[in-house]
């Protein structure tokens, strides 16, 4: 069975701060997502990774992926108020479906 | 282009009762999948469909029943509610399978 984990699960960041977002699954992986969910609101699709070493970006959020390691990263650089949200990371493998990490919650503070 | 409409955004009922939710996916998308998502579970997979064929089914009892039309709207239905089927249940479709899936508002759902 799939397993997704993220961490953390709570961030709390200062404004302009670096940090990244951890996202770890126990098979091999055909392609990885990240999606962002504002309180109240549905999720917002950010990034598909779909190889070893891919790296997308956009605006400040970058994300990678090791397929070796089976690990994602979502790297946020010098963070400001309107990326705080829930980060959501999710894998899929053959023609099984979706499997979600539980988000990390991440609030940007002055 | 128009994204993924739920129907209706916001539910009440009662134990017992029964809910049909819909789900409208962007022009062109034929697959659809549903999730459940409430606080202490996340985001639970419940259904796909793919032309008018459900491929996954995720772990949930047998209350919980959906289905796809021949114009690719699902609508999803879950019998003698329980109180914690509360939730927000979110539909997503995509162009194909294991494309990327775009998401719809959700329809959050009150059971008392």
């Known amino acids: 069975e799939l397993k997704v984990e993220q961490n953390p699960l709570f961030l709390s960041m200062q404004e302009g701060k670096n940090y990244t977002i951890y996202c770890n699954y126990s098979?091999?992986?055909?392609?990885l997502y990240w999606y962002r969910q504002d309180p109240g609101k549905s999720l917002e699709s950010l990034f598909v990774?779909?190889?070893?070493?891919a790296v997308k970006q956009e605006g400040r959020l970058m994300a990678s992926l090791d397929t070796k390691a089976r690990l994602s990263t979502l790297h946020i650089t010098a963070a400001v108020h309107d990326l705080s949200a829930t980060y959501f990371c999710a894998v899929d493998v053959g023609n099984t479906p979706l499997v979600f990490g539980k988000g990390t919650r991440l609030s940007v503070i002055a | 282009k128009a994204g993924v409409t739920q129907t209706p955004r916001y539910l009440i009922k009662t134990r017992g009762q029964q809910v049909t939710l819909s789900c409208s996916p962007i022009s062109g998308h034929r697959s659809v999948s549903w999730y459940q998502q409430t606080p202490g579970q996340g985001l639970q997979f419940l259904f796909e469909?793919?032309?008018?064929?459900?491929?996954n089914k995720g772990n949930f009892p047998g209350r919980f029943s959906g289905r796809q039309f021949s114009n690719s709207r699902s609508e999803m239905n879950v019998s003698t509610l329980e109180l914690g089927d509360s939730a927000l249940y979110l539909c997503?479709?995509?162009?194909?399978?294991?494309?990327?899936?775009?998401f719809g508002p959700g329809t959050r759902l009150l059971v008392l």
């Open positions: 469909y793919f032309s008018e064929t459900q491929r």
């Open positions: 098979t091999t992986s055909d392609r």
């Open positions: 990774l779909l190889s070893n070493g």
């Open positions: 997503a479709s995509s162009f194909l399978p294991q494309e990327t899936q775009y």
